[in-house]
């Protein structure tokens, strides 16, 4: 059997008259990276205060590896829980070592110096971080990527069963977003327990083994990420419009919130989409759940884009299996291309079968490309192909696959939005 790490009980806090956490119970295990999500005000740094005894509960118990945490000592708490802080901001103006080194100080007596043994973890802890190249600098003389990774590494100096962290990537670029989660990972793979506040939905479905949905002070929901993350539990927690899907590169579960204006079934604007091979599959479900009229083809039958399509009751300009788009079928697209606000070109291989495709996107008034990598790589048709692309992209909005929706919403607002030349005087 896995043993529970933290053990949280029927807990209830108030803050003033304000009931902040209401009857809030869960449990985790060793080893395990749990994230607390939910809108702002939900209650997830009051939670993570309670759990390292900053705040004592109205009612109920927290208890790490067994022990009641309101009833032991600073000293005792500080044994079992490490905190690394959202605000990363030191006016102190000590080492980086020296910082590090404070992770000892529930170990050590009143007079008593650090011992071979606290040495040894803080300079395992620093090598872990990847701080240790700058050990001797000042910790107000490095960025705030780095003195996250120095504060993650005074918790792990602090060699404590639990470790909490309150929202550990809110003020940094995606960059370090990235190498502090992926950091925190490795240390749980390696069997440290974490519970962090985390804002960015999609982080935490990538990196976390289980969330906490935390909303109005309860937990809404918790589990794993893909049984958590559901459009009927983020409306209820966010009263968002949004749609869950998985992220085609990385297969974690994504949330994608859609403009406040649009409803299901509810059509504001036209939208052809020139995929194949499974490239537009995330796209055709996120336009049509924002509410555009979406059409797609040419694709060949049995394609997955075309069992996607077909699934969400679009018009589709199909061909036989692995036969190229013909001229009929070239017709029927330039027609859809001509009726719609906005073309979007998904970022598929082209080869002399498909082409037809990229020449009746030339049609488009208003043409949204995906690019994740150049097209000469993924060109097969020769200098033809190459000639198209360049004249459609050089009208284009060029994005990536997480910019499409916003991308499509601004070209149909444009679409729709007349000029001075199509005004009658």
């Known amino acids: 059997m896995t043993e529970a790490v933290l053990d949280i009980d ?18 985790v295990d060793r080893g395990t990276f749990v994230g607390l999500v939910g809108p702002n005000g939900a209650g997830k740094t009051t939670l993570l205060r309670t759990l390292n005894a900053a705040l004592r ?16 000592s600073a000293k005792e708490v500080g044994r079992l829980v490490a905190t690394v802080p959202q605000d990363t901001s030191l006016s102190f103006d000590f080492s980086v070592r020296q910082t590090v080194e404070m992770g000892r100080t529930p170990y050590l007596s009143r007079f008593g110096g650090m011992r071979p043994e606290d040495h040894e973890l803080v300079d395992r802890a620093m090598k872990q971080t990847a701080v240790d190249e700058f050990a001797d600098r000042a910790i107000t003389a490095i960025s705030g990527g780095e003195r996250q990774r120095v504060l993650l590494a005074r918790a792990l100096a602090q060699d404590t069963p639990l470790v909490l962290l309150d929202e550990p990537t809110a003020s940094l670029d995606i960059n370090h977003q990235v190498r502090t989660l992926e950091l925190v990972r490795e240390l749980v793979d390696d069997g440290k327990t974490v519970v962090a506040a985390i804002h960015d939905l999609n982080l935490a479905a990538h990196y976390c083994d ?3 949905l935390l909303g109005e002070g309860r937990i ?7 049984s958590v993350l559901t459009e009927s539990t ?3 927690a966010f009263g968002a419009n949004a749609v869950v899907s998985r992220h085609p590169v990385t297969g974690s579960v994504y949330v994608t919130a859609l403009p406040d204006q649009r409803t299901h079934g509810e059509a504001d604007g036209r939208v052809h989409v020139v995929g194949g091979g499974g490239s537009a599959a995330r796209h055709l ?12 083809g040419a694709l060949n039958e049995g394609d997955s884009d075309t069992e996607t399509a077909r699934q969400l009751g679009l018009d589709t300009v199909t061909v036989n299996p692995f036969a190229p788009v013909d001229a009929a079928a070239r017709k029927t697209v330039t027609e859809y291309v001509e009726r719609a606000d906005v ?5 598929i291989e082209i080869g002399e079968g498909n082409l037809a495709n990229l020449e009746a996107a030339r049609a488009a008034d208003e043409l949204v490309l995906v690019e994740t990598r150049p097209f000469a790589e993924r060109n097969y048709a020769g200098e033809s192909a190459a000639r198209t692309y360049e004249t459609l992209r050089s009208r284009a909005t060029v994005v990536t696959p997480d910019e499409v929706l916003g991308a499509v919403t601004a070209a149909i607002e444009r679409a729709r939005t007349p000029t001075p030349a199509q005004h009658d005087y």
């Open 10 to 27: 029927d807990v209830a806090v108030s803050l003033g008259d304000v009931r902040v956490l209401d009857g809030v119970s869960a449990a």
């Open 57 to 72: 509960p109205d009612e109920g118990t927290v208890r790490v590896t067994g022990q009641n945490v309101a009833e032991l």
């Open 210 to 212: 289980e969330l906490l």
């Open 220 to 226: 809404l929901a918790s589990g794993p990420p893909e």
């Open 234 to 236: 983020l409306e209820r």
């Open 285 to 296: 479900y996120l336009l049509s759940a924002a509410g555009y009229d979406v059409s797609v």
């Open 343 to 347: 073309t979007l070109v998904v970022d």
